[in-house]
């Protein structure tokens, strides 16, 4: 932990803003804790709590187990020590307490023994709870760090399981949304009741709700709850011995190098010309790339984000089936504004065989146009069939259209013209370089506002055909189609040019990158 702080100065400075932000934290909750103990509502203080203390211990199971995080004091870094595993096990969950989260718990946990210091008996188990939930929370990250260790020793494993991740927190949307909606003044404490009710017998709120039961007078079910969370950290230290014992003799695994067919895949099947050859290129490396696919999945999810607080706010369900398409176009189009920079040093390729920019530019949005027409045409169809109104059809086609589009114009002026810092080939996708200015926001800003400017036209004919008459769909599809052609023309004929002039600045931006 020590070496953290020999960082560069900016390195050391986020740290140290992260342990403050994390201690002032610690601290709000402490406070909130210690004014608990003059509150005589302790049934509503138990549910609070254990509800809350078991996503904390969840949190330390799934965390590491999801993100693949690099544990600096792995067990095989010992294996040639000598150091018997059970000193080691001992030693190495020990270790865990230097750090962050174990410094931000333990205060927590301090805050719980002043709630339920209401009579030497709740005190003394509360103190013993505290510490059992202390070993628990410290051996679930640890064994969850090691079974990562094993499950997401390559990197695309670890880019999965950041994904699944994500997409797990977005599958709890409809889960937030009904919590969202209870009337908590007539059925929360009761809801909260009951799950608290559940999670006290189980590992992750055991403990939790030891002083708690005391507090309320059963002494008896604490007693037995207690033996749940000192049987919890017992087989939690029985796995981490085991998997200690595993890893010394256990090399880290090393990615299987992928055997692909005999032949040139997509470069065999598009024309041999140079507009084939790029469109190729991109074809593949939007099917290998993780940089790519990682972005193409986040697409779906932004409409979820936005449709969860419209959903929250009253919005129809019909209405809100309009806006997926759409939001999902804008962001597809938006993908490629930095597309060159991908490349990063392999443009160098591009520049010295002589292509042409209307065969680089075109080239690349070949997948992006093949996945915009499906999109646009299942997407609209499907849409249209929730919202209830087929005449709605031909502007969820113009407005779509149009986004996208829009989208890939801009994406081909601003991918050749304003290149920044991106992820190299190779690297995570979830890793993004510092930029040595404010350019790069600024280009992602202008280009995703760009799109959406040019696709106001459509978007209010489309607004007019929903709420005065429908005759303004066919105008909506019109409009938004003549735009959105004319934005991809421009966008490529400006990029063309754009990139058959400054091909050796964007290849020493690509170097310095």
């Not at 302790?42 to 078991?54: D, E, H, N």
């Not at 003394?124 to 059992?132: F, G, M, Q, R």
Request: hydrophobic residues 55%; positive net charge.
């Amino acid at each position: 932990m020590a070496n953290l702080f020999r960082r560069s100065p900016w390195q050391v400075v986020g740290l140290v803003v992260g342990l403050l932000y994390g201690l002032g934290v610690a601290l709000a909750i402490v406070g909130v804790l210690v004014t608990l103990r003059f509150s005589d509502d302790v049934a509503s203080i138990r549910s609070g709590m254990v509800v809350a203390g078991s996503i904390v211990v969840l949190g330390f199971l799934l965390v590491p187990l999801s993100l693949g995080v690099d544990d600096s004091m792995d067990p095989r870094r010992f294996s040639l020590f000598a150091i018997p595993n059970d000193r080691l096990s001992l030693g190495l969950a020990v270790s865990s307490l230097a750090g962050v989260p174990a410094i931000v718990l333990t205060l927590v946990l301090l805050g719980t023994i002043v709630t339920w210091s209401r009579g030497v008996g709740e005190t003394l188990l509360a103190i013993v709870a505290a510490a059992l939930l202390l070993a628990t929370c410290m051996l679930c990250s640890r064994v969850s760090t090691a079974v990562a260790a094993f499950l997401l020793a390559t990197r695309r494993a670890r880019e999965f399981s950041g994904i699944i991740g994500i997409l797990l927190v977005v599958m709890i949307s409809p889960v937030v949304v009904l919590l969202l909606n209870v009337d908590w003044s007539r059925y929360g404490l009761d809801l909260l009741s009951a799950l608290a009710g559940i999670l006290g017998w189980t590992p992750l709120g055991a403990a939790w709700s030891v002083p708690a039961d005391a507090a309320v007078g059963s002494w008896g079910t604490a007693v037995l709850k207690l033996l749940i969370a000192a049987a919890t950290v017992y087989l939690l230290w029985l796995a981490w011995c085991r998997l200690v014992a595993q890893m010394l003799v256990t090399p880290g695994r090393e990615a299987n190098v992928k055997q692909y067919g005999v032949g040139l895949g997509w470069f065999d099947r598009m024309p041999r010309t140079p507009l084939g050859a790029i469109a190729a290129r991109s074809i593949t490396y939007w099917g290998r790339d993780s940089r790519y696919w990682v972005s193409l999945v986040m697409i779906p999810v932004v409409p979820v984000l936005v449709s969860v607080p419209l959903a929250v706010a009253g919005v129809p369900g019909s209405v809100i089936a309009l806006l997926p398409v759409p939001i999902m176009c804008l962001f597809l189009g938006w993908t490629l504004h930095n597309d060159v920079a991908f490349d990063n040093t392999a443009i160098w390729l591009h520049i010295v065989s002589g292509a042409s920019g209307w065969a680089d530019r075109i080239g690349r949005l070949v997948p992006a146009l093949v996945c915009g027409i499906v999109l646009i045409g299942l997407g609209s169809a499907i849409s249209v069939s929730f919202y209830g109104d087929w005449s709605a059809l031909p502007s969820m086609l113009g407005v779509s259209t149009c986004l996208l589009l829009a989208g890939l114009g801009f994406s081909s002026y601003t991918s050749a013209r304003f290149p920044y810092p991106a992820t190299k080939p190779g690297d995570s996708p979830f890793a993004q370089p510092q930029a040595s200015d404010t350019a790069s926001a600024l280009i992602q800003s202008c280009s995703f506002a760009g799109s959406f400017v040019l696709s106001v036209p459509a978007i209010g004919c489309a607004l007019m055909g929903l709420l005065v008459d429908p005759h303004w769909h066919l105008l909506a599809l019109v409009t938004g189609v003549g735009v959105g052609v004319l934005s991809v023309v421009g966008g490529v004929w400006l990029g063309a040019r754009t990139f058959e002039k400054r091909g050796p600045e964007m290849l020493a931006s690509a170097v310095r990158a």
